[in-house]
Each structure stands twice: as structure tokens, then as C-alpha cells.
């Protein structure tokens, strides 16, 4: 197509795609094509704003890897990792929220038994936890052998993989609900901590003149055959930084107590945080309606 105007690009470009591509592309790609168009009309973007746009995409690739995508990072702090969450886990019971997943997951913790601690390395200072409740579905049952992932940070602020000085997948650990669908751990108490920005992301904060903490929580994936996958995380009620969570992921329902343990307990504290996960049985039905 030649004599390519501001107001013919939009359709030029949409035109150029093939018809035959799936829907779904062809629904994302006008869609992106149409809102990025406009968004530059809109901001009358300046042709040198353009290209440092590029350059700062160029960082962010550079400084990706296995270890680190920094485009998560990015999507993290401009809402879209939770606005994908939200789009695609909408709660259709009364199942327990999920929230994002964040960078620092990782595969195949230490499986351990049930009250088992995930501590392998002390801080000063620290304070323990003993975290319980259970698991049901969302007709009130109790849910046995529910596989539950658990990660979190050191005091320091660190995810293990991010620290030299932290064993292997400390502060990790796989559990199971008992026969009565309940889990018991003892984990640190969470700390806020930072999201990592030494690189495009971190430049993208300060352009946006927003900090990049986080408030104190545990990470939890919980799972078991013929129910979804629920991927969410508790907030220590007293932790800051829950009304201005750089990536937006806290919610209401996810804020956990921690209460002073009992005399004689083993802990400092403890808390009780009960989840409730959907089977995928009535995942299908609601899809069906
Ligand atoms: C996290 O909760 O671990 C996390 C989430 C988003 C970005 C960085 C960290
Ligand atoms: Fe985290």
C-alpha cells in the first residue's frame, strides 16, 4: 500500500496480516494494533520518545535470562501480570483468590513432612511462624493429599536464588494435606523487600516515580489432580506497603493474622489461614453455561 497517512496506517497494517491466521491472533493483533495506535496519536509520541522506548526494550532484553525475565518484571509493575490474573482466574465460587506468581518460584522444593520448618539458615532478629489451616473444596470438605508449595524471603529481603549466602532452596519446602485436608509449616516471618530494580524495570519505576517494595508474604501453590491449580499468597497483616504494592497483587481476602504463639510454643507466632480450591469438574460446568 503506498500514500501510508496517520489515518489509514491503523487499517493498512490490519490488512496486511493473512485472513487465514487463527481468530485469536488475528482478535489480539487488530485489538493491540488499533490501542497502540491510537495511544501514540493520543501522547502525539515524539519520534526520539519512540526510539528510547526502543533502546530501554533493548536493556530489558540484555539484561534478561534464564535467571531473570525482566518483561515480567516490567508487566508486573504496570499491573498487566495481575490484570492477566484477574482476566483469567475469575473466582466462579467461593474459592480462595489467587494472585500473581511472581519470578522467584522454582520447581521440585524439598518435600517435607507435615509441621516441618523450611528454615535452613538463621537471621538475627528473624521471627518464626507456624502456619495452618486447611484445605477444602468449595462444598466445605476437607481436601486430602492437596499438594501446597511454599516459598518466601529471608529477612535480608532476598529470595534464596538472588543470595550466595542462603542454602539451596532455603525458605522453600512441598507439603500435603493430612487425612483431614490440613497443612502445618514453620517459616519466618515474611519481610517487604524490593522487586529487582537494577535494570529496565527499575528505570521504568523511576520514570514513574513509584517504589519497587513489595509487602511481607508467603507464596503458595496449591495443587492435587481434577482441581485447579491455585497460586496465591498471604500478607502478614502488619507488613507495610499493602495499600501501595508495587506490582498490585495484594487483596482483602489474602490478608493473614499473626498472632503471638502460645507459652511453650516453638514459635513466636502463629497464624491460621484456611484455602478453599475449585475442582475442575465445576470449572467445566460453569464454562458450559
Ligand atoms: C513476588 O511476589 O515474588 C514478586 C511478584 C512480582 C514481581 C516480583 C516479585
Ligand atoms: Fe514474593
Known amino acids: 500500500m503506498r500514500n501510508i497517512t496517520i489515518e489509514n ?7 496486511s496480516m493473512d485472513s487465514d491466521i487463527p481468530a485469536r491472533n488475528m482478535e489480539i493483533m487488530k485489538a493491540a494494533l488499533k490501542h497502540v495506535h491510537e495511544f501514540m496519536k493520543e501522547v502525539n509520541l515524539t519520534y526520539d520518545e519512540w526510539l528510547e522506548a ?20 516490567i508487566s508486573d509493575i504496570i499491573g498487566v501480570e495481575v490484570l492477566a490474573d484477574m482476566l483469567d482466574k475469575k473466582p466462579t465460587h467461593n474459592e480462595t483468590i489467587s494472585t500473581v506468581l511472581g519470578p522467584f518460584y522454582r520447581e521440585n522444593p524439598p518435600v517435607l513432612p507435615k509441621g ?30 492437596v499438594t501446597m508449595d511454599v516459598w518466601e524471603d529471608a529477612p535480608n529481603g532476598l529470595y534464596e536464588q538472588q543470595d550466595p549466602d542462603q542454602p539451596d532452596f ?71 506497603y499493602l495499600d ?11 490478608i493473614g493474622e499473626m498472632k503471638p504463639a502460645p507459652e511453650g510454643a516453638d ?15 465445576l470449572i467445566e460446568s460453569v464454562a458450559a453455561e
Open 116 to 145: 516441618a520448618s523450611i528454615i535452613q539458615k538463621d537471621f538475627e532478629g528473624q521471627e518464626t511462624v507456624r502456619v495452618s489451616g486447611t484445605i477444602r473444596d468449595t462444598d466445605g470438605n476437607p481436601v486430602p493429599g
Open 54 to 73: 526502543m533502546e530501554w526494550m533493548r536493556r530489558a532484553g540484555e539484561i534478561s535470562s534464564d535467571a531473570r525475565n525482566e518483561f515480567i518484571l
Open 244 to 254: 501501595n504494592d508495587s506490582v498490585f497483587a495484594v487483596k482483602e481476602d489474602l
Open 170 to 240: 532455603n525458605l522453600r519446602g512441598r507439603f500435603l494435606t493430612d487425612e483431614n485436608g490440613e497443612y502445618e509449616f514453620v517459616a519466618i516471618r515474611p519481610v517487604p523487600y524490593p522487586i529487582p530494580y537494577d535494570g529496565a524495570a527499575g528505570e521504568l519505576l523511576k520514570y514513574m516515580g513509584h517504589h519497587p517494595w513489595r509487602p511481607g508474604h508467603v507464596h503458595f501453590m496449591i495443587m492435587k489432580d481434577g482441581y485447579k491449580t491455585l497460586i496465591s499468597q498471604i500478607y502478614d497483616s502488619t507488613t507495610e
Open 267 to 281: 514459635t513466636d507466632m502463629v497464624m491460621t489461614f484456611d484455602f478453599v480450591i475449585r475442582d475442575n469438574a
Open 9 to 15: 496506517i491503523t487499517d493498512a497494517v490490519i490488512k
